[in-house]
């Protein structure tokens, strides 16, 4: 089990730029894919991006393809989005996930057993 700490939300104006981090506690950081999933206020939660354990695989959805990044630093326990040309519809709550490397990254939240407590981004437009 590892425990998830989201930051860096915020309030941004459209085609502006954040940087969320997920910070894990516990000691086998590296055994875990970690997810990004977001929702908004009478919606499903859904499914942003995954890295895998070693970061060499991610998959993105097609919403945020080519304005989000995601990385992750082992040594520091923590994973990174970078999220560029935000716009309004990227308003919701993030949420960080993990789930241990079963050998394939997924999109199905129910796969992930470890949950942050979120973490709000607002795009004003």
């Known amino acids: 089990q590892v425990q998830l700490v989201e930051s860096g939300g915020g309030l941004v104006q459209a085609g502006g730029s954040l940087r969320l981090s997920c910070v894990a506690s516990?000691?086998?950081?590296?055994?875990?894919?970690i997810a990004w999933f977001r929702q908004t206020p009478g919606k499903e939660r859904e499914f942003v991006v995954v890295?895998?354990?070693?970061?060499?695989?991610?998959y993105y959805a097609d919403s945020v393809l080519g304005r989000f990044t995601i990385s992750r630093d082992n040594t520091k326990n923590t994973v990174y989005l970078q999220m560029n040309s935000l716009k309004p519809e990227d308003t919701a709550v993030y949420y960080c996930?993990?789930?241990?490397?079963?050998?394939?990254?997924?999109?199905?939240?129910?796969?992930?057993?470890?949950w942050g407590q979120g973490t709000q981004v607002t795009v004003s437009s």
């Open positions: 996930a993990g789930q241990v490397w079963l050998g394939y990254v997924s999109t199905d939240l129910d796969d992930y057993d470890n």
């Open positions: 516990g000691r086998s950081f590296d055994t875990y894919a």
């Open positions: 890295i895998s354990w070693s970061g060499a695989t991610t």
